[in-house]
């Protein structure tokens, strides 16, 4: 069962993109038993491994000096631990300007070290497949992110394309994009005559298809290798000039502000910078909530602790709403709409349900108003 999501009027998303890299301070989360490689008051390079977290290297989004720690939180609303660095503003790197390669001769070898050292290694092996899907879907209906970067950079994601076809003879690469996206369709239209064996597929608009496994589901098709637009941008830099991920687009949206936007910052920056320096609040709003990573399933934050990290994606800003919860009558719809095919009303008194995903799309279908997830309760193992 395929649900539409009744969009809310009063959230907008950005016709623009802004950057929010001129920050004072940026902070790296790691855990306790990761072996830092750096040093108070040591001088950090851009792009510098400062530490690895599960085998995948950490870098450094700017160039500076490292100050201390601090306790901060991350999207998922945990306490984290992190290294403090203060920016000089120089964006000094070890290495001086690298060389611009053709990414059409790299080999499987040197692509794979590639997104081991500089994206993520998990990702590397996972291109061994007969078609290339690369998705411009974001995961909530109120975030952007992947679609802008296949707007502002898709000359760069389609030569990437193009050349993982030839590196890993993978037969056909579709480019992913929303029926209701028409100027991004017409974009792509007029670059693929050059790419013949680049496709556009464009694909119904319904939560939560921006999740990996239920894209899968239904793509229906076997050995195929899904990949995020914004990973094929990083992947772009880094075979290009060996550029590290140091910096990332988020939505940062809501009912509360006048000016929503994407916005692209240095990994490590402390939310309330940007929240501070680019958000203009509507006046007749006083009460309202910081949520990470959608409104659909994200969580409510202390906007003053939160991080950057790799892994959030959006601020949702929004007045307050009381949710006043009856007794459940039974109706199944929870059951209905789960993409895993779970009936949440099985779980309500259980802390571990094995597969789900974490949509909130049973408490959003909810006619009681029930909160089918809570926080912590569900695991996704």
């Keep these: 069962m395929n649900v539409q999501i009744k969009k809310d009027d009063n959230i907008l998303l950005s016709p623009i993109t802004k950057n929010k890299l001129d920050v004072d301070y940026v902070y790296f989360p790691y855990q306790k038993d990761i072996k830092l490689k750096v040093k108070l008051d040591e001088y950090i390079f851009l792009e510098q491994n400062i530490f690895d977290n599960k085998d995948i290297p950490v870098y450094s989004s700017i160039s500076g000096v490292v100050k201390g720690s601090k306790k901060l939180i991350d999207a998922n609303n945990k306490i984290i631990n992190t290294i403090v660095i203060e920016n000089d503003f120089k964006e000094k790197k070890l290495n001086k300007k690298g ?155 809501g009912d509360a502000i006048k000016n929503p936007i994407i916005v692209n910052v240095k990994i490590g920056t402390k939310a309330i910078d940007i929240i501070n320096d680019l958000v203009k609040f509507k006046k007749d709003i006083k009460d309202y909530v910081y949520i990470a990573n959608g409104l659909m399933a994200g969580k409510i934050i202390d906007i003053n602790k939160l991080v950057v990290t790799d892994d959030l994606r959006s601020i949702i800003i929004n007045q307050i709403e009381e949710r006043e919860s009856l007794e459940c009558i039974n109706c199944g719809i929870c059951k209905q709409v789960c993409p895993m095919n779970l009936d949440p009303r099985e779980y309500l008194h259980k802390k571990v349900v094995p597969n789900c995903l974490k949509c909130n799309l049973c408490s959003y279908i909810c006619p009681a108003k029930i909160n089918l997830i809570k926080e912590d309760d569900y695991s996704d193992k």
């Excluded at 390669?101 to 092996?125: G, H, M, P, Q, W």
């Excluded at 296949?150 to 480019?175: K, P, S």
């Excluded at 991004?184 to 556009?200: D, S």
């Design 99 to 253: 060389i611009k390669r053709n990414i059409s001769n790299y080999t499987k070898e040197e692509v794979y070290a590639k997104i081991k050292t500089c994206l993520d290694y998990k990702f590397a092996k996972n291109l061994e497949c007969s078609n290339l899907f690369i998705s411009s879907l974001d995961i909530d209906p109120y975030e952007a992110n992947e679609l802008f970067i296949l707007n502002d950079y898709v000359d760069q994601i389609l030569e990437t394309v193009d050349a993982l076809l030839d590196i890993y003879e993978i037969q056909n690469a579709y480019i992913l994009v929303k029926n209701k996206e028409s100027e991004t369709i017409t974009k792509i239209l007029n670059k693929l005559g050059t790419y013949p064996k680049i496709h556009l597929k464009i694909i119904e608009d319904f939560y939560p298809l921006g999740i990996e496994r239920v894209l899968e589901n239904y793509l229906k098709i076997k050995n195929i290798c899904i990949l995020k637009t914004s990973f094929i941008y990083n992947l772009y830099k880094a075979l290009k000039k060996d550029n590290k991920v140091t910096e990332k687009y988020i939505t940062i949206s």
